[in-house]
């Protein structure tokens, strides 16, 4: 994801950590259970899941509370395409399911938004872009068919920064995304539209994807959480690339329980979790450039954030990284600008696009013709 509208990284790092004021606060969601008789809309995938499976809400319930939800936030341009009568259908067809007896997934049921640059067989994958408008791939990206075939619905596809490049999602083909919390400010990018889905109650765990902060910008900026992995922990293939150095799908959530299914999923390793102590674990502290020039309320509770750590047993190990501002130059854009025309042109020809890169740039918007 590179940085058309300019904005210093140092700048998204403050953000980042701000968040974390949110959540000191109270203003982001915890993974605490919401009260009985709360919306469904409120409680997260692995509550969600755990009802419709045991038949005390049904599928169709779930998702029709979702769709009102989305209805109600159109103003958000959250979604490029939501079609709620292929999501109810799909929500009567996991009912039967159920009732039939069949083996029911760890995804029974729930409706999930994926970004619009990872491809479905269903909906078109537009990348953000208006020369993909209507291409519609043949299959599923695997990480689609991963979560479909854990039982999930896909719930339409979220907008996102263009052919994901950009940190802000102000889309100038199918419109700005807009943050849940203050529709004048942005959600981050570029995979804005999910992460605003998730902040916004229109579905609890959604799929994203990261180049250069696609997955952690927007979860920092719309108060959620949201997992990064290791390159290639979970197969890209199907994804409009940038990079195969750096391009990596994951999840959006509101809860890291719900972090955690996705990955079991996602990954093929349903064995549970277990919290492993922090005694002896060194990390890291590189103050230069990360903590140059924060807000003081910033500082504070970054401070305070260490300082738990520590108390928990974990060894700060103070340093330096000489020039890191400039090593961080010369290992991000100029990589990703060089192999996305590469990958693109792959990948236009592989999932029979139609077109060739040259013709897709000319169509783009303004801003991302400018980039390229």
Same mark, same amino acid.
């Given at each position: 994801?590179?940085?058309?509208? @300019?904005?210093?990284? @140092?700048?998204?790092? /403050?953000?980042?950590?701000?968040?974390?004021?949110?959540?000191?606060?109270?203003?982001?969601?915890?993974?605490?259970?919401?009260?009985?008789?709360?919306?469904?809309?409120?409680?997260?995938?692995?509550?969600?899941? @755990?009802?419709?499976?045991?038949?005390?809400?049904?599928?169709?319930?779930?998702?029709?509370?979702?769709?009102?939800?989305?209805?109600?936030?159109?103003?958000?341009?959250?979604?490029?395409?939501?079609?709620?009568?292929?999501?109810? !259908?799909?929500?009567?067809?996991?009912?039967?399911?159920?009732?039939?007896?069949?083996?029911?997934?760890?995804?029974?049921?729930?409706?999930?938004?994926?970004?619009?640059?990872?491809?479905?067989?269903?909906?078109?994958?537009?990348?953000?872009?208006?020369?993909?408008?209507?291409?519609?791939?043949?299959?599923?990206?695997?990480?689609?068919?991963?979560?479909?075939?854990?039982?999930?619905?896909?719930?339409?596809?979220?907008?996102?920064?263009?052919?994901?490049?950009?940190?802000?999602?102000?889309?100038?083909?199918?419109?700005?995304?807009?943050?849940?919390?203050?529709?004048?400010?942005?959600?981050? #990018?570029?995979?804005?539209?999910?992460?605003?889905?998730?902040?916004?109650?229109?579905?609890?765990?959604?799929?994203?994807?990261?180049?250069?902060?696609?997955?952690?910008?927007?979860?920092?900026?719309?108060?959620?959480?949201?997992?990064?992995?290791?390159?290639?922990?979970?197969?890209?293939? #199907?994804?409009?690339?940038?990079?195969?150095?750096?391009?990596?799908?994951?999840?959006?959530? @509101?809860?890291?329980?719900?972090?955690?299914?996705?990955?079991?999923?996602?990954?093929?390793?349903?064995?549970?979790?277990?919290?492993?102590?922090?005694?002896?674990?060194?990390?890291?502290?590189?103050?230069?450039?990360?903590?140059?020039?924060?807000?003081?309320?910033?500082?504070?509770?970054?401070?305070?954030?260490?300082?738990?750590?520590?108390?928990? #047993?974990?060894?700060?190990?103070?340093?330096?990284?000489?020039?890191?501002?400039?090593?961080?130059?010369?290992?991000?854009?100029?990589?990703?600008?060089?192999?996305?025309?590469?990958?693109?042109?792959?990948?236009?020809?592989?999932?029979?696009? #139609?077109?060739?890169?040259? !013709?897709?740039?000319?169509? /783009?918007?303004?801003?991302?013709?400018?980039?390229?």
């Amino acid at each position: 994801m590179s940085n058309p509208d @300019r904005l210093s990284r @140092r700048a998204f790092v /403050a953000g980042t950590v701000a968040a974390a004021v949110s959540v000191a606060e109270g203003i982001a969601p915890r993974d605490s259970k919401p009260p009985a008789g709360a919306p469904l809309t409120e409680i997260d995938a692995c509550d969600a899941v @755990r009802s419709m499976v045991r038949g005390e809400l049904t599928a169709e319930r779930y998702a029709g509370a979702l769709l009102a939800r989305c209805e109600s936030q159109r103003a958000l341009n959250a979604f490029i395409t939501l079609e709620p009568e292929r999501v109810l !259908e799909h929500a009567r067809a996991c009912d039967l399911q159920r009732l039939n007896g069949a083996k029911l997934g760890p995804l029974f049921g729930l409706p999930v938004p994926v970004k619009d640059s990872v491809n479905t067989r269903d909906y078109p994958t537009t990348g953000g872009t208006p020369a993909l408008r209507h291409f519609r791939p043949a299959q599923d990206a695997p990480v689609v068919a991963a979560l479909k075939g854990a039982g999930a619905i896909v719930l339409g596809k979220t907008n996102l920064h263009e052919l994901s490049y950009g940190w802000t999602s102000n889309n100038l083909a199918f419109g700005a995304v807009h943050n849940p919390y203050d529709d004048k400010r942005i959600p981050g #990018g570029s995979s804005g539209g999910t992460a605003a889905a998730i902040a916004a109650r229109l579905a609890p765990l959604g799929v994203a994807e990261d180049t250069e902060g696609s997955i952690r910008v927007p979860a920092a900026f719309c108060g959620i959480a949201g997992f990064r992995p290791t390159t290639r922990r979970y197969s890209t293939k #199907g994804c409009v690339p940038i990079s195969p150095l750096f391009d990596q799908v994951g999840p959006h959530a @509101r809860t890291v329980r719900d972090l955690a299914l996705f990955d079991s999923v996602a990954a093929g390793d349903p064995s549970p979790l277990t919290a492993k102590p922090l005694r002896g674990v060194r990390l890291g502290v590189v103050r230069d450039y990360w903590f140059v020039d924060l807000h003081p309320d910033i500082e504070k509770i970054a401070g305070e954030a260490l300082a738990r750590l520590r108390e928990a #047993g974990a060894v700060l190990v103070e340093g330096t990284i000489p020039d890191l501002s400039r090593l961080i130059e010369l290992t991000t854009d100029p990589v990703q600008n060089h192999d996305v025309r590469l990958e693109l042109a792959q990948y236009l020809k592989e999932y029979g696009a #139609g077109l060739r890169v040259e !013709e897709l740039i000319a169509r /783009a918007s303004p801003d991302i013709r400018e980039i390229f």
